[in-house]
């Protein structure tokens, strides 16, 4: 694939599969409507048309912005075609954060999804000079819109359309001059430890990343793919465009991302790519089921549950799995894990990972139990995705892996994880000091800590600016505690603090709709979730769950006390990056006052703060914060 590029990949899958196979599906209105490889082509050729008849120049820059749709693989291949380079943004940023990615991008045009997209754009379009012209897919509410800017998905199209008319020829050519040391794509970084950064990807760089990950985890074109997790996400990215292209498969859209799962299980796709958070919900929503159905479904759990994990555990140890164990879990199967994994739509998963972060080991094991053959990947943007990931039989729970085909790994000195491979980035985007920081003597220094065991698998230990010091010396790597934490179905967010103290302390944030029904089974009146976290019952409570994860843990990783968080962690409050990462130094700076209590004899501290809402309104917390021992 030295040469391949999208509208290469594009082009030869219209003309070996025409209108004979579907590309992509959307649901609208309840019915899936699919669109063929061939009207893919047209699509893209007239979009990118339209676009340069707009003023789009070769390296121009273009956002997307949106939920998932048809149109915004439109976008991004068009774009391309165009001349210009994609990049993908999160949905739901504030138009502040917009406004300061597009300028750090020098952004020249935004495809935004809708009214709400456009508003944000318009709401801060005069700091953006560079600014010149909006398409918008969905004009629902736009109809006395009378922006100079604004353009529709359709008129561009018809454009297009126009200008290929005029010009025959023209695009064909432009498909055989395509290099795959073209740039492809600007990707944005997690921003989980500073600014997300533009890294600058080639055709190279992803779609040899695509083959090499194929040569381990093959797809087919006869693969269905889901797409609703945000495409600012390179690892959407890289699966429903890169993939997809790469291997033929088809890619469906759900009708909106309420309904994302219940789509999911309609399509029953081959390919699933999550993020750790998204598996975890997954598996709590799997508990909660549980707590709330029969007696006798109950039953049924309990009894075959632990003979799942039993031979989870065998086969993610390497172990053989006895004779006896298999007939159980054939039992087991037919009983229970058949009918869970239909529910939960992963009935023909057959490439199902998890990457972005780590996955504790106990949402690993359960998925394993269940039957779904879930592997570890690590990877970062700048390298293109994936570098690492578990091969079928060598699945290890405590591992991503080994080395794509083409990748080097390297520990360096100080215990960081450096890689090689043709799919580093070509840098950040107007960023060449950074740039030149994340290479080392030829190695991309990821800023991970990790090590590689004597099976040559890799080791993920946490980022190496999150590795921290007791007051006594011992190191401990937080994300370690806070998966074990997590994987009670009532806590939804943990965040390990101890950095020169004298133990480990947690910020816990509760599941509120799991953790309220325990309060009404148990009589405690409760109106919001500040007021619920008040409950000194609930903390007791939660203490009891928090105390059976720690004796899990190794002694020098246990939690001493913890806070009980009076809210959510929140990504519009910086607490958290867009795709669901913890930003330590902002947490530990924003509850400071509470993490000073954790290592005093204090039990409670008063709040009474005032939250700034995204839609410019505020409201006032009054509450008081549990503070528990467990030790």
């Known amino acids: 694939m030295d040469e391949a590029t999208f509208l290469k990949l594009l082009k030869a899958n219209a003309d070996r599969f025409g ?74 940023s504030t138009a502040a954060e917009v406004a300061a990615l597009l300028k750090q991008f020098d952004v020249k045009y935004v495809i935004a999804e809708d009214q709400e997209q456009v508003d944000k754009i318009l709401e801060v379009r005069n700091e953006l000079p560079a600014l010149g ?74 779609l040899g990343m695509a083959e090499s990950l194929n040569q381990v985890d093959a797809k087919r074109t006869s693969d269905e793919f889901v797409s609703f997790l945000p495409m600012s996400w390179f690892g959407e990215q890289m699966t429903s465009i890169v993939s997809a292209l790469a291997e033929g498969f088809a890619v469906n859209f759900p009708e909106g991302p309420e309904t994302a799962m219940a789509d999911l299980r309609e399509i029953g796709p081959h390919i699933i790519f ?5 598996w975890e919900d997954i598996a709590r929503s799997v508990q909660v089921r549980i707590m709330e159905t029969t007696p006798f479904k109950k039953f049924m759990y309990r009894t075959f549950m632990p003979i799942g994990e039993k031979v989870a555990e065998l086969r993610l140890a390497g172990k053989p799995v006895p004779l006896s164990a298999k007939m159980l879990y054939g039992v087991a199967h037919i009983c229970l894990f058949r009918a869970l994994r239909d529910r939960l739509g992963l009935s023909r998963v057959r490439s199902a990972m998890t990457g972005g972060s780590p996955l504790g080991d106990d949402f690993f094991k359960f998925f394993h139990a269940i039957g779904v053959n879930l592997k570890q990947v690590y990877g970062l943007t700048e390298v293109a995705g994936i570098a690492c990931i578990h091969k079928d039989g060598d699945i290890r729970g405590t591992t991503v892996g080994k080395p794509l085909p083409g990748t080097e790994i390297m520990i360096s000195e100080e215990g960081e994880i450096l890689l090689k491979n043709n799919g580093i980035c070509a840098g950040y985007y107007n960023d060449s000091q950074a740039s030149t920081a994340a290479m080392k ?63 480990l302390t947690a910020l816990i944030c509760i599941e509120g709709f799991l953790t309220g029904k325990w309060a009404g089974d148990n009589k405690i009146a409760f109106t919001t979730y500040s007021d619920l976290t008040a409950k000194p019952e609930v903390a007791d409570f939660i203490a009891a769950e928090l105390a059976k994860a720690n004796q899990e843990l190794p002694e020098a990783a246990r939690i001493n006390r913890f806070a009980l968080l009076y809210k959510d962690l929140d990504a519009d409050e910086n607490e958290l990056t867009r795709t669901g990462k913890v930003r330590r130094a902002e947490v530990s700076e924003r509850y400071r006052d509470i993490i000073e209590a954790l290592y005093t004899k204090a039990e409670t501290v008063p709040i009474d703060i005032t939250i700034d809402l995204q839609d410019g309104k505020s409201t006032r917390i009054v509450s008081t914060v549990h503070l528990r021992n467990l030790r």
């Open 19 to 92: 209108d004979g196979k579907a590309a992509v599906r959307t649901k609208s209105h309840g019915i899936w409507k699919s669109t063929s490889w061939k009207q893919y082509y047209e699509k893209v050729k007239h979009f990118a048309l339209g676009m340069n008849s707009l003023g789009l120049k070769k390296g121009d820059i273009a956002a997307i912005i949106g939920n998932n749709r048809a149109t915004t693989l439109y976008a991004v291949i068009g774009t391309q075609a165009a001349g210009g380079v994609p990049v993908c943004l999160h949905q739901d």
């Open 441 to 503: 003597n030829g190695w991309f220094r990821t800023g991970d800590a990790g090590r590689l065991d004597q099976d040559g698998h890799l080791v993920v230990i946490d980022r190496l600016q999150d590795i921290m010091r007791l007051a006594d010396g011992a190191s401990f790597a937080p994300q370690l505690a806070e998966s074990k934490l997590k994987f009670s179905p009532y806590i939804k967010e943990a965040v390990v603090i101890g950095s020169g103290k004298p133990f």
């Open 274 to 278: 999550f993020p750790p958070r998204v």
């Open 133 to 206: 012209g909006i398409i918008f897919c969905d004009g629902r509410g736009m109809r006395r819109y009378r922006d100079e800017l604004l353009n529709s998905f359709d008129e561009v199209l018809r454009i297009g359309g126009i200008n290929d008319g005029d010009n025959p020829g023209l695009f064909e050519k432009r498909i055989a001059d395509g290099s795959g040391d073209d740039l492809a794509m600007l990707c944005t970084t997690s921003g989980s430890t500073a600014t997300p950064r533009g890294a600058m990807l080639t055709f190279r760089n992803v």
